[in-house]
């Protein structure tokens, strides 16, 4: 990405970028015997309400480094969910471990931006976005060394994702329009994953039962917040989720 061709914001992160080194790497970390566990920052949520408003973030990235996350989400959006980029900075500062930047990004100056804070990986919602930006962000982070994590919820939207050479695929369990969870989402799209992919299984993940289920449908990972930032034992909870064994069985080959 040549920073003269692109807008000025986009240049002066570009150049940052440059004289970064890598970040930790995101998906390799997700594959292993057991099924991962991303731990998320989570202080509010439009369908819980305040989770945790009080939550001293270096402190709670830890707590999850300590019960075994592989990897932390760290939601920056501040209106809905009471984060910041600043939470990003703090986070890579105090913990070792690969950050996804969960946010609503739609445009390639956040994947720059995101990159330049640290994050080893950014989301990106595939119904957010049309086709056409979806595979400029895919490229985007490509050119500049981040992961993108597709967030689908059905299989057409797979579908696309796959076809834009998507390597991180997160089901997301729960509807954005009416905040409603079903569980089922994971179990029907899961199995629908190359297993050449790794496959998040989001939302609804309480229990290690929970986890046992998806694993069961395939997936390599999954994604808890709410439950793990409401926690009074965030390390303790992140515990009780780890060691279930990943299967893959259930996916395409």
């Known amino acids: 990405m040549r920073a003269d061709a692109l807008t000025p914001r986009a240049a002066e992160l570009t150049r940052l970028i440059e004289s970064l080194g890598r970040p930790p790497a995101f998906a390799q970390v997700l594959r292993r015997a057991q099924v991962a566990v991303i731990a998320e920052v989570k202080r509010s949520s439009p369908s819980k309400g305040e989770i945790n408003m009080r939550l001293d973030l270096e402190k709670q990235v830890r707590a999850y480094n300590d019960g075994g996350a592989v990897a932390i989400s760290i939601l920056t959006e501040p209106r809905r969910f009471g984060g910041s980029n600043e939470d990003l900075l703090r986070a890579r500062a105090a913990v070792p471990i690969p950050l996804l930047k969960k946010d609503f990004?739609?445009?390639?100056?956040?994947?720059?931006?995101a990159r330049s804070l640290g994050a080893s990986a950014?989301?990106?919602?595939?119904?957010?976005?049309?086709?056409?930006?979806?595979?400029?962000?895919?490229?985007?982070?490509?050119?500049?060394?981040?992961?993108?994590?597709?967030?689908?919820?059905?299989?057409?939207?797979?579908?696309?994702?796959?076809?834009?050479?998507?390597?991180?695929?997160?089901?997301?369990?729960?509807?954005?329009?009416?905040?409603?969870?079903?569980?089922?989402?994971?179990?029907?799209?899961?199995?629908?994953?190359?297993?050449?992919?790794?496959?998040?299984?989001?939302?609804g993940v309480k229990t290690v039962a929970d986890v046992n289920r998806v694993a069961a449908a395939g997936a390599d990972a999954v994604l808890v917040g709410s439950e793990l930032s409401g926690s009074p034992d965030p390390e303790a909870a992140v515990r009780a989720l780890t060691g279930v064994t990943r299967t893959g069985g259930a996916r395409k080959g």
């Open 122 to 203: 950014a989301l990106v919602i595939a119904r957010a976005v049309p086709p056409s930006r979806l595979k400029e962000l895919i490229k985007a982070g490509d050119d500049v060394g981040i992961e993108i994590l597709v967030e689908v919820r059905d299989a057409n939207e797979l579908d696309l994702a796959l076809s834009l050479d998507a390597r991180l695929i997160g089901v997301n369990n729960r509807n954005l329009e009416t905040l409603e969870i079903d569980a089922d989402t994971a179990l029907r799209i899961l199995p629908l994953i190359p297993q050449g992919v790794v496959a998040i299984a989001e939302s």
């Open 105 to 113: 990004h739609v445009d390639v100056v956040q994947i720059l931006e």
